[in-house]
Nanobody, 122 residues
Framework: QVQVVESGGGLVQAGGSLRLSCTASTRASGRPFSTFTMGWFRQAPGKEREFVASILTTGTRTGYADSVKGRFTISRDNAKNTVSLQMNNLKPEDTAVYYC???????????WGQGTRVTVSS
């Protein structure tokens, strides 16, 4: 199991930027943070949770949802057990609760954190 704590959300005007952070504890899993693919997901009001971005173990490969490509950048620091999401040119449709998650193998963890709320005003 991986425990995560997200932070950095807030209220921002359209066109603005926010940087989300996630600190992960992998102690219970018995594996180091660097062995997990990390990802960000979001859930907008009345909608299902959706994938936003992911980053492989060494940070050499990333993936993004089409809706955020070119605006969001995911990064990680394996020495600090953290993963970040830099969000630029935010749009009202980016309003959601953002969640961090970890994947070992092919399955994302079912253990979600509390998330961090992002609200983008028009």
């Amino acid at each position: 199991q991986v425990q995560v704590v997200e932070s950095g959300g807030g209220l921002v005007q359209a066109g603005g930027s926010l940087r989300l952070s996630c600190t992960a504890s992998t102690r219970a899993s018995g594996r180091p943070f660097s062995t997990f693919t990390m990802g960000w997901f979001r859930q907008a009001p009345g909608k299902e949770r959706e994938f936003v971005a992911s980053i492989l173990t060494t940070g050499t490969r990333t993936g993004y949802a089409d809706s955020v490509k070119g605006r969001f950048t995911i990064s990680r620091d394996n020495a600090k057990n953290t993963v970040s999401l830099q969000m630029n040119n935010l749009k009202p449709e980016d309003t959601a609760v953002y969640y961090c998650n970890a994947k070992y193998g092919s399955t994302w963890s079912t253990n979600w954190g509390q998330g961090t709320r992002v609200t983008v005003s028009s």
